[in-house]
């Protein structure tokens, strides 16, 4: 199959305007399934929460030669919304936007060094990792004219006149990033690619693909779609597949949940089970107590069966007990 390095028409779409274009490209990468690491697997997952109904994770990248007004433009950019890493070199730039996969726009001070703005915009639009990338240029009003001339021959290329404000930034930057995308999707189609979108961030999970993809930016969403019985399993085994401890405690929360059905408790048990034995205990003894509680009191047989499964994780046997004794070291001989 294709494969997937920087000359890329897959890796290109990851990044292309209609993001329909952009799931489609992040699902067909799922299909191809991937062993190695590729450019592009932050974006793969970036695309998958957003249609998830989360926004995923937002990146810019910004090239300034002059370090205050750099930080000046990030904050602004942040404060839109925007996680924005700062360069000094056009070069600079370009390598930070090949390297991160996860990035909305691309900001250029008019007057960039090392590479020089045409240069810069050029090597951009030249590799499939940023051909797609809106690029925002900024400067004063008196240069407008003549760089929207200079640089009329690009596509997604657009002049804003500098500010310190961030509504008047928003207020330039805005219509030019919405108008590259397409409308929100809704209804049945919005439900499809939410599935769609689980089924393939499960699989990540209950696979060998974690060391490829990170999950971790996908767990804001999953925890509400758990109320979907048609979504809960896969929401359930993505969170058993979360290295943090929000995860963990979003599983006891299903798990102890009195109104919450018992199916979908039991899936949380197991993968709760699964979550303590692959990273560990991470939750507070609150939290164990009110496991403990929730087995004591559990009357449907699979789900006790679930629960002890995790009450066997937080008891050792004797074996564990054993190895961990003669693992201890005293740091004074004994008396």
Known sequence: Y??????SSLIAALNYPDRRVQFAAATTIMQLDPAHTFPGATRVIAILTRALGGEGKQAAVLVDS????GQTM????HELGYETQSTQTGMAGFKAATARMDVEFIALEYNIMRWGLSQTIANLRADSRTANIPIII???????????????HYPLVQYVVESENTEDIGTQIRPFLNSLKTPELTGELRSEYR???????????SSQRSRIYDLTPAEKPLLPLVADRNLAANALITLGGIPTRTAQADLVTIVTNKTMDSDVKEIAALQLAFHIQK???LVDSKNVASIREAYQTATDPKLNTALASVMGTLMPDNKVVGERLQEFKPTTPLP
């Open 195 to 205: 599935s769609a979108a689980l089924y393939w961030l499960s699989h990540i999970a």
């Open 74 to 77: 990030a904050g602004l950019f």
């Open 138 to 152: 900024y400067g004063p009003l008196r240069l407008k004219n003549k760089i929207e001339y200079a640089t009329r």
């Open 2 to 7: 294709e494969k997937l390095d920087q000359h």
């Open 66 to 69: 002059s370090i205050p007004r």
């Open 279 to 281: 990273f560990g205990l």
